[in-house]
């Protein structure tokens, strides 16, 4: 019998965890060296509002820089000023600061349930899809050159 033994566990620490993603990065950083993700984050606010807190905010990005790509985590506007130029106005923006960042790619991951064509729109090319994630939809990936808008 074998001295290693698989066990799915439901009672694990954070430090379990940690200690096999250190690991993993440990790893990474032995092929392509030490690299850090900086996160950057987006907010469109309402400037009708005086406070500045979550009740002004109408859309917004979080993503992060890396390795020289954009990651594209979350893009969101708020439904009532949907189709106004907003969401491109933001991507626009965090790809612009992407590249002052040095990036000269992006990506993101979106549902066929969201906004594939809005990104298509902006110069993203599919690479990837996953049929039936979630079931009767699609999960996409796309990607983009940023030196297209530079």
């Not at 092929?31 to 850090?36: C, L, P, V």
């Not at 950057?40 to 820089?65: A, M, P």
């Not at 002052?100 to 979106?110: E, G, H, I, L, S």
């Not at 110069?123 to 530079?150: C, M, T, V, W």
Request: with cysteine.
């Amino acid at each position: 019998m074998s001295r290693y033994q698989i066990s799915i566990e439901n009672n694990y620490t954070s430090n379990s965890i940690e200690f096999i993603e250190n690991k993993l990065l440990e790893f990474n950083f032995s092929q392509i060296g030490s690299y850090k993700y900086k996160p950057l984050v987006i907010f469109l606010r309402d400037s009708r509002s005086k406070i500045s807190s979550q009740e002004n905010i109408v859309g917004g990005f979080y993503g992060f820089i890396g390795l020289g790509w954009l990651n594209v985590s979350t893009l969101w506007v708020a439904e009532t000023l949907r189709g106004q130029g907003y969401g491109q106005a933001i991507l626009t923006t965090a790809e612009q600061e992407a590249i002052q960042q040095k990036c000269d790619y992006a990506y993101v991951f979106t549902y066929s349930f969201q906004a594939p064509n809005f990104y298509q729109k902006l110069g993203y090319e599919i690479f990837g899809i996953l049929d039936n994630f979630p079931p009767g939809h699609q999960r996409l990936f796309l990607k983009k050159r940023l030196a297209q808008i530079s």
